[in-house]
């Protein structure tokens, strides 16, 4: 099973380095990479819980698990679903 | 400095034929156009607005004129609701910055929502009052076209969401955003927040009533409708406060101090007539050029990409393109060198060194951002213009394409 | 779009962007190196024919292949025509800031341009002497700034793309 994690709490917020820029601009490669697992972390105060949730949707990634790792930081783990 | 530059000129010589497509980042202003700017210059009119003497009052005339010609055509009710200011730029500054220090008291929790292709202008106005005052600035991701989502949208407004600004139309890519659905979805959400929309590249592409469509302030840029560089607006509805972030001594704005450019607001009015006389053939025949550019193009140069949507959910003037295996910046300045000017989204040609936000956010790589050309028409070219093109392109990225190590 | 830089290129760029010299593969090259990639905006190959006349190691001819903006495009040819006929000894001494100023002095932000030439004809040597076996004494055994440069510039685009692995205690 082909997993892809992605970090998106240390990322200096340059303009382009946006957790968002970056999770919009990598989701399309990873969906088509055909990754069956997507592992994201990040700060909820970046994006919503359930922005992410539907924004994954989109790239037929469903979320199955949600974690709260800390103060703020979210962990979820999102299947491929066709 | 200058002497390098006009070196540089006289190597790269004035080709034959010439069309120019980078309207994004300024234009030609049209004769008409010069003409009802020069003699608030020197003939009349040349008063401050704002001092009591025929002369001032005649520059007041003008300024007035242009107000109520522009509430005209946004349907905006009363005129005095909108701001002049010397650009979109500013014009967004204001609005962004001088909502948040307006409402600086209330900085820690709250929210301020953009989208993550918003112009510069209104992400870092946004980035720096929250750095100042606490607030949130949370971006709103975009699909693969630049659309921003209501249903996502949703999720991101809550009660502590004080301001939201999407543009209607984007500068880069041209998606133009169903914004009646994304207000409907913020006002149903949170019925106190404020929205802002950046019209800059909308205003005169697409219709625009902000009494219906329930917009509480509007950007909108002089030198995108072929009107002078140096002149932009903001609406604001009646009653939302702002603070103006530039302080010094007012005259006809209350909130943008400064004289206002009498003569840059007479050529933006005349702009605005010109724009506005005959919106519906303008538009399709731009749409027209449009397309037959962008056909043109996928047609004769393989492993090309189309940035943002096709068809009519795009801004009838732009084209954006990816050339797989060449550089943006190069790209341009080999068009230059056959008389064709457009600009690029590549990193090379950025000051950061980093590709178009807007082009990483609708999922584009980073070397199929690099390689992406902009053009922008009008209804000032013509169907030749657009043959010397199609003839040119495929040519100017064939020897490019020769020369990289990309294969 | 981004925040612009005004580039006012000498005319010497622009006169070897219209006319690159050495362009293309070099079909009995001797070594092939490049540096940056795609996704850096920046990339440059180099291709070296090196012999050895009366014990010197001698670049008999250069070619390269470039992706990139202007001054990249003509920071490549450039340093071909430089490199023509040097001992590698010599071409080792040709910095990025003696490239530069033969194409006119480039603008500040476009060092990256000659850092990344110089970068991949550095590689080029190494390479030639990694693969006869030999190492001569001037050839550092440590990587110069332009060479470190084009490593990190590869590297963080390297890390952007991949995986970045979750910290401990997460599982």
Redesign the interface.
Known sequence: MKV????LRYIP??????P??????????IASEGFDEI?I?FRE???????MK??LS?YNYFVEEV?R?SEGII?MIARKRD | MSRKVKELLESHGIPQKEVYFDLENSGFVPDEVVEAMIPYFNKKGFGHPSITHRVGWEALEVVYEAKELVAKTLGIRNPENIVFTHSGTEANNLAILGFLLKNRDKGRGKKVVVSAIEHLSIIFPARFASELFGFKVVLVPVDREGFVDPEILKYYVDKDTILVSIQMVNHEIGTIQRIKDIIDIVKSTNPDAVFHTDAADAYSWIPIDVEKLDIDMLTISGHKIHGPRGVGALYVREDVELESPLKGQLSVEKLWPGVENVPLIAGFKKAVEIMFSNFDYRVNYVKNLRDKLMKGILDRVPEVLVNGPMGDMRVANNVNLSFLRVEGEALTVELSLHGIYVSSGSACSSRVLEPSHVLLAIGRKHEEAHGSILFKLSHYHREEDIDYTLDTVPKAVERLRKISAWR | MSSRIPLPYSPKVLEIFRNPKNLGPLEDATVVESAGSPACGDMIRLYLKIVNVDGQDIIEKATFESYGCAANIAAASILTEMIKGKRLEDAWKISWKILSDELGGLPPIKYHCSILAVGALKRGIRAYYKKIGRHPDWLPKELTIEEKQVFEEEEMMERYYKSMKALGGIR
């Open positions: 892809k994690e992605l970090d917020a340059s303009c382009t380095s946006h968002i820029i970056k999770l919009s601009n990598l989701l399309p490669s592992r972390i105060e970046d994006i919503p819980e359930n922005a539907l924004f989109k974690k790792i962990l």
